[in-house]
């Protein structure tokens, strides 16, 4: 069994210090929050923008060569594009 430490010391090859991926991420969030129109948007585009983000502190902070963090933010944005195009058909 995988000791916890191994999957940290892992993860933070690709993501970064966590202490500084955290202090960027929430920089990132709280300039969202003050722009003028989050609080105009539903809850599936602030939830995407949140993990745009998260994504972007781990591209930030880490391996910005790491293919998963564009993956997942293609993936988050496409739920909201599928979402906004099932609502205009």
């Given amino acids: 069994m995988t000791d ?3 999957i940290l010391d892992a993860r933070k090859k690709t ?11 929430q920089l990132l969030k709280d300039s969202m929050r ?8 539903d809850m599936d585009q ?3 923008l949140d993990m745009v983000a998260h994504k972007l502190a781990r591209i930030l902070c ?25 609502e205009l058909a």
């Avoid at 993501?15 to 991420?25: A, D, L, N, P």
């Avoid at 003050?34 to 948007?41: M, Q």
């Avoid at 880490?62 to 099932?86: F, M, Q, S, W």
């Fill in 46 to 48: 602030k939830e995407c």
């Fill in 4 to 6: 916890i430490q191994d």
């Fill in 62 to 86: 880490g391996n910005p060569n790491e293919l998963d963090h564009y993956v997942d933010i293609i993936g988050y944005c496409t739920l909201v594009l599928n979402r906004l195009k099932a």
């Fill in 34 to 41: 003050d722009s003028p129109n989050w609080i105009e948007l």
């Fill in 15 to 25: 993501h970064g210090c966590f202490e500084v991926r955290i202090y960027t991420s």
